[in-house]
C-alpha cells in the first residue's frame, strides 16, 4: 500500500458526504495510481455524485442508499453479462457502476462521442471529465444552441454508431447529453444490448426524447429516424 495516501485524511475530508465503502474505493483507485486527487464536488445527478479529479478526469459515485434497485434489476436482466449478479443491494451497485464501464467501452470502440472510461472500483467509476477548467460541459438542456440541426445531427450519429455497437442507451434526452465542442452522450448505467427484451421499446423512447426536444427548432420525425437507425442508413 502507498504510505503516501492517508485513508484516515480521506475520511476526514470526505466522510461527511461519503460512506466508507465509497472512501475505500476511491482510496483503492488512489493507489492504484487511477486518481490523485478530488477536486470538488460538481454534480449532483438522480442517483450519483459526480465529481472532477485530477486533470481531465472525472469520477461518478453511484449512491449506495438512495438507489431504486427494482428499477435498476429491470435493466440489468436480460444482459448475459450480469446474469451472475446476486439481488442484494451492494452487488446490483457495483454491477451497475461496471455496467457502466463496460458499455461506455463498447460505445468508444464504435466511435460514439462519450467520456473515455478509465476505471472502476466498488460504485466509483473513472471516467475522461468533459469540460473545461473544472467546469462540466451544459446539458443540453441549458446550453446555448447556436446550431440546432449541426446538434442533431451528431444526436443522430451518435444514436447510430450506439446501436451498430449493439448497444441502447435507455435513458437518452437532453438531460443525459452535453454540449461542448460538439455533443457527448453521459450516463450509460442503464444502457442495454439489443438481446434485452425491452431494447426496441428502450430505443423508441429515446429517439422520442431527443425528436421531443429538438422539435422546438427543427422539423423531426421519430418514426422515420428510428427506421433509418435500424437500417443503419446516414441522416
Ligand atoms: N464525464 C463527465 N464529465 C463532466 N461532467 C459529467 C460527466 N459525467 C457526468 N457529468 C455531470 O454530472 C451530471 C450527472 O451525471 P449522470 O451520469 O447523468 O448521472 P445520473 O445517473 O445521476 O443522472 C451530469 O448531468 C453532468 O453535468
Ligand atoms: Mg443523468
Not at 487511477?34 to 472525472?58: C, H, R, Y
Not at 435493466?75 to 464501464?101: H, M, T, V
Amino acid at each position: 500500500m502507498d504510505k503516501t495516501i492517508d485513508r484516515s485524511e480521506l475520511r476526514k475530508t470526505w466522510g461527511g458526504i461519503f460512506d466508507d465503502t465509497t472512501i475505500f474505493a476511491i482510496y483503492r483507485l488512489m493507489t492504484r495510481k487511477k486518481i490523485k486527487k478530488l477536486v470538488s464536488s460538481i454534480k449532483e445527478g438522480k442517483e450519483s455524485l459526480v465529481l472532477a479529479a485530477d486533470d481531465k478526469i472525472a469520477i461518478k459515485v453511484y449512491a449506495t442508499k438512495s438507489s431504486n434497485f427494482k428499477r435498476m434489476q429491470q435493466y440489468l436482466i436480460g444482459d448475459p453479462r450480469f446474469a451472475k449478479i446476486k439481488s442484494n443491494k451492494r452487488s446490483i451497485i457495483f454491477a451497475w457502476c461496471q455496467k457502466e464501464y463496460n458499455n461506455l467501452l463498447k460505445a468508444r470502440a464504435h466511435k460514439v462521442s462519450c467520456p473515455k472510461p478509465i476505471a472502476f472500483q466498488s460504485n466509483v467509476l473513472v471516467m475522461e471529465f468533459l469540460g473545461k477548467n473544472y467546469e462540466a460541459y451544459p446539458r443540453l438542456k441549458d446550453a446555448d444552441i447556436k446550431n440546432p440541426k449541426k446538434a442533431f445531427d451528431q444526436v443522430y450519429e451518435n444514436l447510430r454508431k450506439l446501436y451498430n455497437a449493439g448497444l441502447v442507451h435507455a435513458d437518452l434526452s437532453e438531460y443525459n447529453i452535453l454540449l461542448g465542442d460538439k455533443i457527448y452522450f453521459i450516463d450509460f448505467s442503464q444502457s442495454v444490448i439489443l438481446a434485452h427484451p425491452d431494447a426496441d421499446k428502450f430505443l423508441e423512447r429515446d429517439i422520442h426524447n431527443v425528436c421531443k426536444f429538438f422539435s422546438k427548432y427543427l422539423t423531426v420525425d421519430p418514426v422515420k429516424i428510428l427506421e433509418k437507425i435500424k437500417n443503419d442508413l446516414s441522416i
